[in-house]
């Protein structure tokens, strides 16, 4: 099949009839083609939204509150379409896909949709002045928003909604890995009466597409969410014209166990934190660090439970761990594996391609649990982004500390402990941009999300994202 590029509404081929292959991850085989869009097709999506804007701007915020919740409506009634495609896609089990994938893409529309209509601005009386300021909002004008390939629509429909809300238009990427549930969005915005113009969806290269997006000097915004090293080139390209950037990058982020916690809770929640979407969310707890009284039982109860996870074809209802998204990342994890073994580190459980009768060309990897020597290990500081995660043991509070921030990202942090003190010690001193304490990946959409250090730069959610796709101006009077 052929996947186009949304414009104004439509569907259009490549000005250039350049296309690249979609793979499926699941059994290795080309199922359709995408374009690899050029600078002119950039540039027709950016006159589209150009031309929508002044009418999109000036759309009452009910109006806009009610189409989004209309497209949130469309994906739900949609389910399994979207979730049957997105898993096609991405090697992804389907039942996460209809359990988290599609449904939190309907939840970012359906939120938004709402925030909208709770978003407003300070004033202030400048008392002794005879004055007094008001603040407006007022959205950017033309937006780039551009996406990676482990939660396709989840991400993508992340920065649309707050995008399309504020009242800008948008020119959009997904991933030239997983384009497909983005080019069914298309079908969905119209039918929900989107006006032409307002969403428009380029696919393509990174090099080419995405480039030419974060090039055109009259984008002014860009929300990007991918690897750290094209977030530093776009902030590179960005920086003379001065765009505004939101990045939200790679993580290598700490699970941390203590020795007080609820011990089946934390090692469920550990299993999931660690293989969930096979490794490949940015938020998985991909170094685990526990309590030396404890270390052995962990060790021995968390490898029985990964090695009863079934890794299979993402269609059948009882596989935990589907295909890697590519047979270039799947390379790249099983390098990582034998730089672990080259680093002395213990191969716990794991480690081996798997074939999954059948689907003989898929990309399958046993979930695998490294045991290593020491914190700064490579596989323990680089982002392997993979059904990989590593373990070793601590004794205070301060070396795990130390060892939690030696690493040059900052996404997210997970504690385990029942100590009120240490929480809040140990909270405070974490260096991420988000901390789940007892929980893993519990999220509301109201609160802020995003990292620091080489995590990123800015911040998603709630009232975080409206701001960052809206301009603040200030209107002072003197009465
Ligand atoms: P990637 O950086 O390779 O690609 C992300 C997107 O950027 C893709 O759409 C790609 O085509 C585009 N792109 C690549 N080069 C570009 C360029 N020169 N100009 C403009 N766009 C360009 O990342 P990926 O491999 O798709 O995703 C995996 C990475 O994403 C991991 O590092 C992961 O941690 C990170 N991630 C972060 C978060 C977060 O919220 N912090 C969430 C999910 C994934």
């Known amino acids: 099949m052929k996947i186009t590029n949304y414009i104004n509404g439509n569907f259009h081929n490549p000005i250039e009839d350049n296309w690249i292959d979609n793979y499926n991850p699941s059994d290795g085989t080309v199922y359709g083609q995408i374009p690899n869009s050029s600078k002119e097709d950039v540039e027709n999506a950016y006159i589209a ?4 804007f002044p009418s999109w ?5 009910e109006e806009r509150s009610r189409i989004l919740i209309k497209i949130s409506e469309l994906l739900e009634a949609n389910l399994e379409r979207f979730a049957e495609a997105e898993s096609k896609d991405n090697g992804k089990p389907v039942s996460l896909a209809k359990s988290v994938d599609i449904p939190r893409a309907a939840s970012n529309f359906r939120f938004f949709g709402n925030a909208i209509t709770q978003f407003t601005s300070e004033s202030h009386e400048s008392v002794g002045q005879d004055a007094i300021n008001y603040t407006l909002r007022q959205p950017i004008g033309v937006v780039g928003c551009i996406s990676p390939w482990n939660l396709p629509l989840y ?24 384009p497909m549930t983005a080019y069914l969005l298309g079908e969905i915005c119209n039918e929900a009466g989107l006006p032409k113009g307002v969403l428009n ?5 990174g090099s080419t597409t995405g480039q030419a997006i974060i090039e055109h000097p009259d984008i002014k915004a ?6 750290t090293a094209t977030g530093a080139h776009i902030a590179k390209v960005a920086a003379p014209m001065f765009k505004k950037l939101s990045l939200e990058l790679g993580g290598k982020n700490p699970n941390i166990i203590f020795a007080d916690c609820d011990y089946e809770d934390m090692l469920q929640t550990t299993v999931r934190s660690s293989f969930a979407n096979q490794g490949q969310i940015c938020l998985c707890g991909s170094r685990i660090f526990v309590e030396a009284s404890i270390y052995d039982k962990f060790k021995t109860d968390f490898v029985a439970k990964v090695k009863g996870l079934k890794v299979g074809h993402p269609s059948d209802t009882d596989t935990n761990i589907g295909a890697l998204v590519s047979q270039q990342h799947l390379n790249k994890v099983k390098d990582y594996i034998q730089i672990a073994k080259d680093e002395n580190a213990t191969v716990l459980c794991g480690g081996n391609e798997v074939i999954v009768k059948g689907f003989e060309h898929g990309y399958y990897l046993e ?8 914190d700064d290990c490579r596989v323990n500081q680089e982002e392997i982004f993979g059904p990989v995660v590593t373990v070793m043991p601590f004794n ?5 500390l130390q060892m939690a921030n030696k690493v040059k990202y900052g996404l997210s942090a997970t504690l385990w402990t029942n100590d009120l003190k240490r929480t809040m010690h140990m909270s405070n001193k974490l260096q991420a941009g988000i901390v789940w304490v007892n929980t893993w990946m519990l999220r509301d959409l109201r609160t802020p999300f995003g990292g620091v250090k080489d995590s990123g730069v800015g911040r998603e959610g709630g009232f975080e994202a409206l701001r960052f796709f ?5 209107v002072c009077i003197k009465y």
């Open 49 to 52: 939204a150009k031309s929508t």
């Open 57 to 61: 701007s000036q759309t009452t915020f």
């Open 155 to 178: 991400l993508f429909t992340w920065k649309i909604a707050p995008a399309i809300a504020a009242g800008n238009c948008v020119v959009a990427k997904p991933s030239e890995v997983t």
């Open 201 to 205: 969806i380029v696919h393509g290269l």
């Open 222 to 227: 860009i929300s990007f969410t991918g690897g």
């Open 367 to 374: 979930p695998t649990v490294l045991e290593v020597p020491t």
């Open 396 to 400: 205070t509070e301060n070396d795990v």
């Open 470 to 474: 809206t301009e603040a101006k200030n």
